[in-house]
T-cell receptor
Framework: NAGVTQTPKFRVLKTGQSMTLLCAQDMNHEYMYWYRQDPGMGLRLIHYSVGEGTTAKGEVPDGYNVSRLKKQNFLLGLESAAPSQTSVYFC??????????????FGPGTRLLVL | AQSVTQLGSHVSVSEGALVLLRCNYSSSVPPYLFWYVQYPNQGLQLLLKYTSAATLVKGINGFEAEFKKSETSFHLTKPSAHMSDAAEYFCAVSLPIKAAGNKLTFGGGTRVLVKP
């Protein structure tokens, strides 16, 4: 049971390049999330998904796209990277319960540097 | 919309001393509240959570937090700091509404330094 895994761990991009970050979870969770972490700002939600085939915007969605074609995977895409997207990206997942808050489980993060 | 404010981006404590990390929230409805810890170069790990049961919540590693509705606070404490407590701590809030998608809103984080 690996929990939440992220690929790659570190990446350097040039401005204008594209890339995809992969998140995988083996806990059969319905919900998945992408956050970015920047110094002094905590974590901010980029996009999230409440089930296979569904996605929704979070707090800071501009410049990113996502897809959830399989329940266990959640992909984050940058079509044209900008230096402002230099950050640490975290994926998380949780199960769903209608009457209580379920814990989010986080991956180890992907460090992205855009030059 | 909900928000979280963590007072103090850095806190320095001596080993064996009290750890107190402050968190205040704003929410249109009574929220769920969380504290997460992040060790260097790792992801976030849940310390404890408040979900409208007991107002004093005990978590892992000897931490606890008290929900005070009148003060809109959820401060985190540990009676005696250990060197292994050096990390960054995040307070987070979510709305207990199905349509909210279980989303978390985080504070800016407090980095704890433990001095020997």
């Amino acid at each position: 049971n690996a929990g939440v895994t992220q690929t790659p761990k570190f990446r350097v991009l040039k401005t204008g390049q594209s890339m995809t970050l992969l998140c995988a979870q083996d806990m059969n969770h319905e919900y998945m999330y992408w956050y970015r972490q920047d110094p002094g700002m905590g974590l901010r939600l980029i996009h999230y998904s409440v089930g296979e085939g569904t996605t929704a915007k979070g707090e800071v969605p501009d410049g990113y796209n996502v897809s959830r074609l399989k329940k266990q995977n959640f992909l984050l895409g940058l079509e044209s990277a900008a230096p402002s997207q230099t950050s640490v990206y975290f994926c998380a997942s949780s199960t769903f319960a209608p009457d209580r808050q379920e814990t989010q489980y986080f991956g180890p993060g992907t460090r992205l540097l855009v030059l | 919309a909900q928000s979280v404010t963590q007072l103090g981006s850095h806190v320095s404590v001596s080993e064996g001393a009290l750890v107190l990390l402050r968190c205040n929230y704003s929410s249109s409805v009574p929220p769920y509240l969380f504290w997460y810890v992040q060790y260097p170069n790792q992801g976030l790990q849940l310390l404890l959570k408040y979900t409208s049961a007991a107002t004093l919540v005990k978590g892992i590693n000897g931490f606890e937090a008290e929900f005070k509705k009148s003060e809109t606070s959820f401060h985190l404490t540990k009676p005696s700091a250990h060197m292994s407590d050096a990390a960054e701590y995040f307070c987070a809030v979510s709305l207990p509404i199905k349509a909210a998608g279980n989303k978390l809103t985080f504070g800016g984080g407090t980095r704890v330094l433990v001095k020997p």
